[in-house]
């Protein structure tokens, strides 16, 4: 009996695309990773927090572009990369002062706006298409979005407040919508490692260049320091998460893939709220639960 059990779960195994496998990889490194990320930029700053992703990273993926140097020899491929480098650069900006000003667990579901985005994109330039039902799910994800977005609300006096950071969280949705195209754009057409490395080396540029001049350059050493273990991690699991979503998209649909990874706001919601002691109210709790799993189920209907 167990050895069919056993026999049945490693057909199913193999039997999942490869392109799945990472999107799940992506899904959990980057959930991790948003956490991580709304604790060091409390800590060091925002350009600062994203330099040291883009330092790490960088570092990381050196051994694995050294051989694709060769593919920088193309204009149109220089081009890309650095247009992905700049959204990616102002994009991280926004969403990473969305997480310092809000609470993870808002931010997180707010970001969910990126899959539509990135679904219509993959629809208009990869010519991926979409059925009712799957458009009906977009929807109800719109629905959750507003929930969990909403702090409260008063009827009485016909007004909404919004939390803290979900403007922030709004830009950054609609650039990383942007990203996830690129991204995938960019890995067909150059590679997945480079991809994440030579956009991440350039924000990276950005980053310094912009410390030195307001004179906050000598702090990335400090800070490093003494929040060594938190950045490295940080830079580890957002790495991780790119390369993972990256090689995904290379040959997968990029609306199933972008839709499966979008449950990660899952991992940070619970990090959110058992061990940052975060607090949202039901009608929150109501609007994760419909973003995440229509999120999730979209993941399996695209096709």
């Known amino acids: 009996m167990s050895y069919v059990f056993i026999k049945v779960i490693l057909t199913y195994i193999m039997d999942i695309n490869l392109g799945v496998i990472f999107a799940f990889v992506a899904m959990f490194s980057w959930g991790i990773g948003d956490f ?14 994203l330099a040291y992703i883009g330092i790490i990273g960088g570092i990381l993926l050196l051994p694995f572009v050294i051989l694709e140097f060769n593919l920088l020899f193309s204009l149109a ?113 150059v590679s997945p490692f480079m991809a994440v490395w030579f956009p991440w080396v350039l924000f990276t540029t950005l980053c310094i260049f912009y410390l030195i001049k307001n004179k906050r350059f000598n702090k990335l050493f400090l800070d490093f320091k003494k929040f060594k273990i938190l950045i ?18 290379k040959t997968s649909n990029l609306a199933v893939t972008t839709a499966i990874t979008e449950s990660y706001p899952a991992i940070a ?5 058992f061990i940052n002691k975060e607090r949202i109210d039901w009608h929150q709790y109501l609007g994760a639960a419909i973003a995440i799993v229509c999120s999730f189920l979209l993941g ?3 096709s």
């Open 232 to 249: 490295i991690f940080m830079g580890v699991f957002d790495t991780l998460a790119w390369l993972s979503y990256a090689s995904a998209v």
């Open 300 to 302: 399996f209907i695209v």
């Open 77 to 189: 491929n220089v081009l890309v990369l650095v247009l992905l480098g700049i959204v990616t650069f102002i994009a991280a900006l926004f969403n990473f002062e969305a997480l310092k000003k809000g609470k993870l667990s808002v931010v997180e579901i707010m970001l969910e706006i990126e899959l539509p985005i990135t679904v219509v994109l993959g629809f208009i330039f990869f010519k991926e298409k979409i059925s009712f039902l799957q458009f009906f799910i977009i929807l109800l994800i719109f629905l959750g979005i507003l929930l969990i977005a909403l702090e409260k609300t008063s009827f009485k006096n016909k007004f909404f407040v919004f939390e803290k950071g979900v403007l922030f969280a709004l830009i950054a949705a609609l650039g990383m919508g942007l990203i996830n195209f690129f991204t995938a754009f960019s890995s067909r057409e």
């Open 269 to 273: 919601l619970f990090l959110g709220l």
């Open 36 to 49: 991580l990320i709304q604790k060091t930029v409390r800590k060091v700053g925002d350009v600062e927090a």
